[in-house]
T-cell receptor
């Protein structure tokens, strides 16, 4: 069965530091991959998506993600974190039923 | 453009009462999803509609839960009778065409059952 794994439940970084959130997927075919962000009390907002082509995709709010087929990974990155980036981040993949399978989420805390 | 609209944003009710949550998908989207989010279980898909027809309701916890989509611009999720364990945030999402994986979420309804 397809799965999406986010190994880190919590991550704390200092404001201005770089960020990388990990995501691994298991899926035989070419995956469609997504990152969502959920700010406190809000719904999930689509940050970026990868379907095909360039393996480095740019998203909103200064985020980017890189698809690495050899590592079955789709890690989210940001060069310099802002306090407003504190939120929960979800990685997701299209599954065999053409639906979304979500990872468990990573909660990001930002230290001043 | 308006996103997915959900109402109410917060609902507090007593055990045994009926609760109705509402969702208006993005115009032109023909797939609609209801999710439940809790600390213990994370994000769970409850039911999925395509062109107003329920396609997969295997995630609906039990008969107390029902969902309808009478037209392309409106859906409801009803819990009757409600129980404290139903307390959660309920999200509605919609997606365009055949791209059921490209989902756009509403702000959610936080339900508290006392």
């Amino acid at each position: 069965a397809q799965s999406v794994t986010q190994p880190d439940i919590h991550i704390t970084v200092s404001e201005g530091a770089s960020l990388e959130l990990r995501c691994n997927y298991s899926y035989g075919a070419t995956p469609y991959l997504f990152w969502y962000v959920q700010s406190p009390g809000q719904g999930l907002q689509l940050l970026l998506k990868y379907f095909s082509g360039d393996t480095l995709v740019q998203g909103i709010k200064g985020f980017e993600a890189e698809f690495k087929r050899s590592q079955s990974s789709f890690n989210l990155r940001k060069p310099s974190v802002h306090w407003s980036d504190a939120a929960e981040y979800f990685c997701a993949a299209r599954d065999a039923g053409n639906m979304l399978t979500f990872g468990g989420g990573t909660r990001l805390m930002v230290k001043p | 453009d308006a996103g997915v609209i959900q109402s109410p944003r917060h609902e507090v009710t007593e055990m045994g009462q009926e609760v109705t949550l509402r969702c208006k998908p993005i115009s032109g989207h023909n797939s609609l999803f209801w999710y439940r989010q809790t600390m213990m279980r994370g994000l769970e898909l409850l039911i999925y509609f395509n062109n107003n027809v329920p396609i997969d309701d295997s995630g609906m916890p039990e008969d107390r839960f029902s969902a309808k989509m009478p037209n392309a611009s409106f859906s409801t999720l009803k819990i009757q009778p409600s129980e404290p364990r139903d307390s959660a945030v309920y999200f509605c999402a919609s997606s365009p065409g055949t791209r059921a994986y490209e989902q756009y979420f509403g702000p959610g309804t936080r339900l508290t059952v006392t």
